[in-house]
Nanobody, 125 residues
Framework: VQLQAFGGGLVQAGGSLRLSCAAS????????MGWFRQAPGKEREFVAA????????WYGTSVKGRFTSSRDNAKNTVYLEMNSLKPEDTAVYYC???????????????????WGLGTLVTVSS
C-alpha cells in the first residue's frame, strides 16, 4: 500500500484543520490506520489509530478530546479532524498502515509497516 497525507498548513491557535490520507495498493479496509506526528528535535509521537471498520478509535493523551479520526473505506481514505489547535501541536503529521494481524501496540511506530511522507502542521500563537 502507498499512503499520501495532505491537508496541513498554517493555522492560528484555537483553529481547526482536517488532514486526509489517501491509500492505494493492498486492500485498505484490511489495515488498521494510524496517525503520528514528529516535532523538530522530538521523537515520533502517537496521535490516533482507527480500526478496519472505523468502529474503534484510540487517541494519544495529548490530543484526546480535540482530535477525531475517521475513515471512508469506499474512498480508501482516513481523516484526522483537529480542533482547538495549540502551538505544541506543530509537527509533521504522518499516516501509517498496519496489518490487522500485527500484535504490537497500536501506539508503537514499529507496528506499522507502511508510512506516508507526512504533512506539516504549524500552529501559531
Amino acid at each position: 500500500v502507498q499512503l499520501q497525507a495532505f491537508g496541513g498548513g498554517l493555522v492560528q491557535a484555537g483553529g481547526s484543520l482536517r488532514l486526509s490520507c489517501a491509500a492505494s495498493g493492498r486492500a485498505f479496509s484490511s489495515d488498521v490506520m494510524g496517525w503520528f506526528r514528529q516535532a523538530p528535535g522530538k521523537e515520533r509521537e502517537f496521535v490516533a489509530a482507527i480500526s478496519r471498520s472505523g468502529g474503534s478509535v484510540w487517541y494519544g493523551t495529548s490530543v484526546k478530546g480535540r482530535f477525531t479520526s475517521s475513515r471512508d473505506n469506499a474512498k480508501n481514505t482516513v481523516y484526522l479532524e483537529m480542533n482547538s489547535l495549540k502551538p505544541e501541536d506543530t509537527a509533521v503529521y504522518y499516516c501509517a498502515a498496519r496489518r490487522a494481524s500485527q500484535t504490537m501496540s497500536i501506539m508503537s511506530t514499529s507496528g506499522y509497516d507502511v508510512w506516508g511522507l507526512g504533512t506539516l502542521v504549524t500552529v501559531s500563537s
